[in-house]
């Protein structure tokens, strides 16, 4: 059985292990909680894991029977560089190749049997501030659980 965000700490201890030594990995309630990175110090090269809801697959379930869950997450890279702060260029030249090593990790990856591997999804709205340089790659995953008694 599986349980609702059980995917975080495995998606945490994947990049962990398969991103350059560094990196900063952790996880994070919001995208906009991650704008404070300004206030750190000037190199940063870091991937965040923040869930982003789940809906049911397929017909509704009946009560106590088996939910199949399609799980989004993103995961973060975080770059900066403060040269070219007005164009961003350096920050993103970082960004790119941390943001690759990401896809590599996790891009078809099975955490768990019983589960589908993860898949890339969407890279969403990128942000950049004063030389942060935020890509969100979005991810999704199945699973099964059990409802009920």
Known sequence: MSQ?????????????????????????????????????????????????????LGDKPAPRAGLRLLERWAVIVAYRDRAGIVSGAPARAGAGPLADAVLDALHGWQPAERTSPVQFAALLQPVYSAGLQLLPLAFTHETARHCGA
């Open 4 to 56: 609702i965000l059980a995917l975080e700490p495995q998606l945490l201890a994947r990049l962990s292990a398969r991103l350059p030594a560094g990196t900063v990995v952790d996880s994070s309630p919001a995208l906009d909680e991650l704008l404070d990175l300004q206030e750190r110090p000037l190199s940063l090269s870091a991937v965040y894991v923040m869930y982003l809801g789940a809906q049911p």
